[in-house]
């Protein structure tokens, strides 16, 4: 147990609709990243919100969002979602900016868009 | 980035030491190597990092070859629970690991 958690743990949706995903980050963390696993590959960088604000980015489109609150927690939004959208999206948390940090994931959210 | 690359399977009997490679041969002088796993349908579990020198924590071993090209995870006495897909990484991020079976 990290004591990162992420809600909700299975989302079934369909193409066009929006989602948002949700992780509440590690005490003490307050960093948190954003990475999305389709099967049987590795997690995909998304981006990663440190203090409220986006510190950097993978190679996802626009219509992938974000936000942190003033507690750390964070939320993944996407739009319009796609057929190749399907997948496990993970949170981390960390306690500084960096992918040389030591990350504690989450379970994940198992997205399906239909 | 660095990118690493690893093995796509391996097995290890029970009981017997797991040694898992990675080549990192364009990782930079100050860029650390990390190791996590992930259980089927979980989120990705650290284990160790390391620089330069070999490190060790109730986990595993990390044995970092002298010109940092390369390193081997090593878990001491491999269980079933230690079937997984390992990942070694770095700044370039996670590539698609190796799946660990542990065979009894």
């Known amino acids: 147990e990290t004591g990162v958690t992420q809600s909700p743990t299975h989302l079934i949706k369909t193409r066009g609709q929006q989602v948002t995903l949700r992780c509440s980050s590690q005490s003490g963390h307050n960093t948190v990243s954003w990475y999305q696993q389709a099967l049987g590959q590795g997690p995909q960088f998304i981006f990663q919100y440190y203090r409220e604000e986006e510190n950097g980015r993978g190679n996802f489109p626009p219509r992938f969002s974000g936000l942190q609150f003033p507690n750390y927690s964070s939320e993944l939004n996407v739009n319009a979602l796609e057929l190749d959208d399907s997948a496990l999206y993970l949170c981390?948390?960390?306690?500084?900016?960096?992918?040389?940090?030591?990350?504690?994931f989450g379970p994940g959210t198992r997205l399906l868009v239909l | 980035d660095a990118k690493t690359t690893q093995p796509t399977s391996m097995d290890c009997a029970e009981g017997r030491a797991a040694n898992l490679p990675c080549n990192h041969s364009t990782i930079s002088g100050n860029e650390y190597v990390y190791w996590y796993r992930q259980i089927h349908s979980q989120g990705p579990q650290y284990i160790i990092h390391g620089l330069k020198n070999n490190e060790t924590n109730e986990m595993a071993s990390l044995i970092i070859t002298e010109d940092r090209k390369s390193s081997t995870l090593i878990l001491p006495h491999a269980t079933l629970r230690d079937t997984a897909v390992y990942y070694c990484i770095s700044p370039g991020g996670f590539g698609t690991g190796t799946l660990l079976a542990v065979q009894p």
């Open positions: 981390a948390s960390s306690h500084s900016t960096g992918l040389q940090e030591t990350q504690y």
